[in-house]
């Protein structure tokens, strides 16, 4: 699967009232916190890889996703693979990795406020450290990215954040340059 998004710094009130006012269906909000490891065989960074291990809880408890990220494609969009799954057990999965050689490089914590809209996902972050952000999301096939990334785009337009800057930078990374 391929994840295409564009995230922009955005005022969380304006937002939401412009997701309320459009009709946008709220899907609840979720606490997450994402440790991303380093490898002992690649470098991660350098290949604009990432493996990160989530931990998520909602009101119906908590879920724990191993996942690979993929360097990212060109374009307007941040579009890149995504290889997903859920574990038993966060404890057990981290001595695991760490077993295998690799090694926790750094923790981002965040709170997601949910939305389903047009399509795709939008969420509004709060990201400890680094403040409010919106993302607008959607996990396709590879032979639907182009329409994904237009449709990424057009909502992002809808919610009257297109002159917003998009961030190609993902948290971690903002985090590190922090």
């Given amino acids: 699967m391929y ?35 380093d490898a002992p065989h690649r470098d991660f960074a350098a290949r ?13 408890g908590s879920t724990t996703v191993l996942t690979h990220k993929g360097p990212r494609l060109e374009g307007a969009t941040k579009t890149r693979t995504e290889h997903e799954t859920e574990v038993g057990s966060r ?26 809209f047009e399509d795709c996902t939008v969420t509004l972050d709060r990201v400890a450290g680094l403040g409010e952000f919106v993302e607008v ?3 396709v096939t590879e032979d639907a990215i182009e329409r994904a990334q237009d449709r990424v785009t057009e909502t992002l337009e809808n919610l009257e954040l297109g002159d917003a800057e998009r961030l190609q930078t993902s948290y971690l990374d903002l985090l590190a340059a922090d």
């Fill in 91 to 116: 404890d057990e999965m981290q001595a695991a990795l760490t077993a295998l050689g690799f090694s926790p490089a750094a923790t981002v914590e965040k709170t997601r406020d949910r939305y389903a």
């Fill in 137 to 139: 999301e959607a996990i």
């Fill in 3 to 37: 994840e295409v998004e564009v995230k922009v710094r955005a005022d969380h009130d304006l937002v939401r009232s412009n997701l309320e006012a459009a009709g946008a269906t709220a899907l609840g909000t979720i606490e997450q916190v994402d440790v991303y490891f």
């Fill in 48 to 60: 604009d890889e990432a493996l990160r291990l989530r931990e998520q809880t909602d009101s119906d």
